[in-house]
């Protein structure tokens, strides 16, 4: 199981609220439904996560551990509910590795991963689904805004697992 806390989802929420030219707060339920929908979309078809989020992964043990890509940091190891040392697993961008010794039922990992700085091809992209779903919400966006979405995420698609 694995729980996400968006990081910076508030600042970007501003952002996409004065990209729709919108003055007040007063329909932020729908536009952050929108938004992470878009977010989402996004982010499944570039294969990494984009907004800094903190995600707390939970599963039986196993000495490799495959994360959401691109691990920035892992803040919290534990195996059994104990805290496991720094030294006994090593991190690359998407999975966590224990050494031979550590061994157990179950692990929870908590990390961040996404960009620090959410590069501005990537953010019109993400604007311009959940504009589109925020303005239609009955309907799915017209071809136009996916293609024109996917053609500023396109340089950021990855090949194969991470």
Known sequence: MEKRNYIGFDALLGEFRSHLRLTSN????PLSTSLK?????????????????????????D?????????????????NGEEVPEDSYSH???TLVFTDEVQGESVEVIYLAGYTEI???IKAAVFLLGGALFN????RPEERDRTTARNLL?????????
């Open 26 to 29: 007063d329909l932020d339920a």
């Open 37 to 61: 929908a878009a977010i989402n979309s996004a982010e499944h078809e570039i294969s990494r996560v984009i907004e800094l989020s903190e995600f707390t992964l939970t599963k039986p043990f």
């Open 63 to 79: 000495s490799v551990i495959s994360l959401r890509y691109p691990v920035v940091d892992v803040t919290s190891v534990k195996v």
């Open 92 to 94: 690359g961008d998407s």
């Open 119 to 121: 590069p501005e091809d």
């Open 136 to 139: 239609n919400p009955t309907d």
């Open 154 to 162: 396109r340089p950021y698609r990855t090949w194969g697992e991470h």
